[in-house]
């Protein structure tokens, strides 16, 4: 038996350099005939000569590694859970097994063992095995490749590459015991590494060694913190999270038999199926709109895109699974798929594009981005061939997923002549596309949704109004005549609007002009104008109009009656923008409407002024406009006049409420 231990620090002075390094014998494979030999080295401690390094620029002395350091480094930032040992065990076995495939053409197996009450935790392949240099080499070095680079087997198909995958074992176990016999007849190795940092090599007696099967046994015993992590049923769970759709048969030993955690990889059907919709409906959790194949050559990245039956939220961020040679990478990856997919969720399989250190998200090279452009343009063909198949189908596509899809057509002219006529648009008559509107005329549009609200009462029938108040919309509107040939667009304003209302008839102004001195009266309190006009529909009594220096106006005396530091913000923004505090609103009175021409014919002022105060809040509320204290205060006291008028003006005081 031979025993070798990693060297650790024993102190370290002010100066940052360590002073001496404990003693201790390490051993170093020799090669000999027929099996391994290790030569006994022994390490001698040493002070450094800081004078020495300063004449010999050139001397150097390796890095020393605290093992439980890295342990810890891996369990808290490299690593986002203890789980992950099932995976590296499963990527070893998985590595062990492809390199004797490459030999023999072998179809092996790993078979895992839950640890019982006071057991130990097992992980079994019938791979290529170690040999006992082939354990110096990498089993006992952090950071060294694994078996692929050594074997010179290809790197594209690799899983394992960081030479740390073992290490997370140390956050399950104390001890990690690896036996394993190599093909080809070598000496069968028993390798145990330590959490405090040593480890042994021992070359097993050839009796024991010819009873083991070609292949490498790993066994944990955990931890009391740990044992919950190594049950039947978490790793039955884990094993089948990880490994079921890796090439490699993986069975777990449970109390009722073995059980296989493999699945057919039905995302990589080369066409939609049954089943494929099937595990779409998984993964989304409702039915998939659509399954679109998709395929990248160039990465060897093949999989399925579940078109999403909802639209997500708009915080959301793109959640796509990826498996590296059948083995789960993330159920999360964010950078698979340009930004503005996100109706899309993406499962695929992956040879070409390069993990992270932790093996849970894809590092951003060349790769992934010739990966997420090639998608992309996946995508973009399948909802062009949409709308020329299936436009019905197009239209219930645009219907949930609009909103995305407004950003991409920004920056995709072919793709935006081609979809935004069958975009949905809200307008004053109602929801419309952009293919209707141009095909009806000149298009009227309004650029916040402030005054959309506004004008849409008034809007003439043959001429709506659109709402571009949303997201992307006034962009699309302004390139609206590049996309759609023939088609005019006109930006429509309040004040715009207010000035093309008709005038009452000549011979009825007098009285026109009669009610607005009064109705400007009413309101002089209210920092609101009063404008007599006629509009279509004479249902309409009043319209509160307001362009957007007002309404900057209104919100930050909102604000400001809140309090707090919003109302100090908002205070500070008024001081600098004077010409919202002498703006003033405008609420346009109907005289087609009943009510206000039998307004003009009343003489009594009280009558006149409360009814105006009443029709100046109700004209906000339809507008949508949120009500100040002195909006509300002016409703409570045209109420309570207009129900004293009502009974007359000398009726009986009511009793208070104490009374």
Known sequence: MVYVSLPTFVGRPRGGFPTNIAGG??????????????????????????????????????????????????????????????RELLQNGCDAIAARAEREGHAGRIRITPASAGGAFVVE???????????????????RSSKRDILDMPRSDRLGQFGIGL???????????????????????????????????????????????????????????????VTPERVLALASRYGRYLPTAVTVELPGGAESINRDPVFLEPSPSRSSLEFGREVLGAEPFEAIPVWVPATQTRGTAY??????????????RVYLGGMLLSERVEALLPEWAFFVRVVADTKGLRPTASREALIDDDALEHTRSELGAALRRWVIGLGS?????????????????????????????????????????????????????TIRYTETVDEFRQLAGIARADAPIVNAGYVYDTEIMRMLPDIIPGAVVELTTVADEIDALDMPPLSERAAARALQSRADAA???????????????????????ADPQVLRRLRREQASESGGLWANVMGRIGESDPEVDGSASTLALNWRNRLIRTLASVTDDAVVARTIRILYVQSLLAGHRPLSAADRTALTDAMTDIVHLSVGIDAPTLPSIEG
Not at 125 to 143: C, R, W, Y
Not at 190 to 206: C, I, K, N, S
């Open 167 to 229: 290490l997370s074992c140390f956050m399950v176990s104390d001890d990690i015991v690896v036996r394993s016999r190599a093909l080809g007849g070598a000496t069968a190795v028993e390798w145990v590494g330590h959490a405090d940092g040593t480890y042994t090599v021992t070359e097993l007696p050839d009796e024991v060694a010819a009873a083991m099967p070609v292949g490498t046994r790993v066994e944990l015993t955990p931890r009391p913190d740990s044992a919950h992590l």
């Open 307 to 320: 078109v999403l039956p909802f639209a997500p939220s708009p915080g959301a961020k793109q959640s796509n």
């Open 523 to 545: 309101l002089s309190d209210l920092d609101c104008m009063t404008s007599v006009r006629s509009f279509a529909p004479d249902t309409v009594p009043a319209l509160y109009v």
């Open 389 to 441: 198949a299936q436009p019905h189908r197009l239209a219930a596509f645009l219907a949930v997923h609009h909103l995305s899809l407004r950003a991409l057509l920004l920056h995709d002219d072919e793709l935006a002549r081609f979809l935004v006529p069958w975009l949905p648009v809200d307008t004053s008559a109602g929801p419309s596309t952009y293919g209707e509107l141009a095909r009806r005329g």
């Open 25 to 86: 014998e390490r051993f170093s494979p020799g090669r000999g005939a027929g099996s391994a030999v290790f030569r006994r080295r022994r390490v001698i401690p040493r002070r450094y000569d800081y004078a020495a390094m300063s004449r010999n620029p050139t001397s150097s002395s390796p890095f020393q590694v605290h093992l439980r350091g890295i342990v810890e480094l891996l369990s808290r930032n490299i690593y986002s859970s203890a789980d992950v040992f099932v």
């Open 125 to 143: 392949d019938d791979g290529i095995g170690l040999t006992a240099e082939d354990v110096g080499d990498f089993l006992s070095i952090v950071g």
